[in-house]
């Protein structure tokens, strides 16, 4: 069954001319892409698309960073295309979680800057679908 989940990357993969490798990761995946734009966050955007990490210690440094240049927003779709975006991204922490060959693994090293964005859950894949892509 196919299903669409939000990938995002952030102003460190735009800034460090990464997006044509997100792209390309996916595709040779077999995912394919129903929408995508390059756009920078308003804060209100962002506020709720991290609204679930606001209590979190990080969540200021979380907005200054994710609003701070332009991120590429793109709806991915295909078989179970939830984890196996995540599987793609490898862990959150780069280092610690993301192992080479994922993205993060390949090219990140801090878990602030940790390149991509994608959904965790069917339930957050909607949410921040409709928040992204609300003509979708
Ligand atoms: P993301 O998958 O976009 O979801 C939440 C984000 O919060 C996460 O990636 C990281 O970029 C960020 N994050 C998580 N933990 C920390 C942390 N300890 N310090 C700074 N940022 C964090």
């Not at 192992?99 to 921040?128: C, I, K, M, W, Y």
Request: glycine share 8%; net charge negative; charged share 30%.
């Amino acid at each position: 069954m196919s299903e669409r989940t939000l990938v995002l990357v952030k102003p460190d993969g735009v800034k460090r001319g990464l997006v044509g490798e997100v792209i390309s990761r996916i595709e040779r995946k077999g995912l394919t892409l129903a929408a995508l734009e390059l756009r920078t966050v308003e804060r209100s955007v962002a506020e709720e698309h991290y609204a679930e990490h606001k209590e979190k210690p990080f969540f200021g440094e979380l907005l200054e960073f994710i609003t701070s240049g332009p991120v590429v927003a793109i709806a991915v779709e295909g078989p179970r295309a939830i984890t196996a975006f995540r599987q793609l991204a490898g862990g959150t922490d780069p280092v610690e979680k993301a192992t080479p060959g994922t993205l993060r693994g390949d090219f990140a090293l801090e878990t602030q800057f940790n390149l991509v964005h994608g959904s965790d859950s069917p339930e957050s894949a909607e949410r921040e679908l409709k928040l992204w892509f609300p003509d979708l």
